[in-house]
């Protein structure tokens, strides 16, 4: 199995790289490319079973959107094959039509999601996240500038269902976005060491279904008093 990174050396906020790593970790006979801003992606010449990006400063946003911008046929192709993509935190608006700045302005995105995403710099969103993947409970953590909004054809699936927190923007049920197996998310976490279920499902997609989590007890304790945490409703949502 090969596992890429994708501009590792600008997607290293709120812990989301450990995301990749330990998938790595699970599967420790897999190969782990990490590809830089300035390198030809390894998913281009060669074929790579998982595809990972996470949170990043919004000028490097810009940087990744227009690094990827000559791979969109690829990743289009790749998204058809079912490639498993993920992408955590803001790399999730990357993949819109656009990103909209306070001033009205645009930034032109890659244009997979049906779905653009509005900036309010002095307005960062915090909270906790609790939603549903399927039959899974998904726990987590937001803290953005951007919410998601939907263009005018509602055509692109969520990925969560949202029980308590911000769903795509404040007062929607739908979070992220899904499409074959490239979903995306703006939970935090990082997001598969805090949904060991979760990450049991994302591993199914790669045929792996025997594997050890590493310190799976303890993530499954941590896992389990987090979501009665988050289910009180003594708990706070925002902070």
């Known amino acids: 199995m090969i596992i890429e990174v994708l501009y590792p050396e600008l997607c290293n906020l709120y812990g989301d790289a450990m995301n990749a790593e330990y998938l790595y970790r699970a599967v420790p006979e897999s190969e782990l490319i990490k590809t830089s801003l300035k390198s030809r992606p390894a998913f281009i010449d060669k074929t790579v079973d ?9 000028e490097g946003q810009t940087l990744a959107i227009e690094a990827l911008k000559q791979y969109h046929k690829k990743l289009l192709e ?13 790399a999730m608006e990357l993949f819109g039509t656009h990103i909209e700045n306070e001033d009205g302005s645009f930034i032109e995105a890659l244009n997979i999601f049906n779905l653009h995403s509005k900036r309010q710099m002095m307005n960062r969103y ?22 998601i909004y939907d263009n ?30 490239f979903i995306a998310t703006s939970v935090l976490g990082p997001l598969l060491i805090l949904n060991p279920p979760f990450t049991r499902y994302l591993l199914s997609l790669l045929n792996v279904h025997s594997c050890a989590l590493p310190y799976e007890n303890e993530i499954l304790t941590a896992y389990n008093a987090r979501l009665s945490e988050f289910k009180d409703p003594k708990t706070g949502v925002e902070y």
């Open 126 to 147: 915090s909270s906790i996240y609790l939603g549903t993947f399927e039959a899974i409970d998904i726990v987590g953590f937001k803290s953005q500038f951007a919410h």
């Open 50 to 58: 998982f595809i990972y990006l996470g949170s990043m400063t919004e």
């Open 152 to 181: 005018d054809n509602k055509d692109t699936p969520a990925l969560f269902e949202t029980i308590r927190g911000a769903g795509r923007k404040p007062g929607e049920k739908e979070e992220g976005a899904r499409i074959n197996n």
């Open 78 to 90: 790749l998204i058809e094959n079912k490639t498993l993509i993920l992408a955590t935190g803001n």
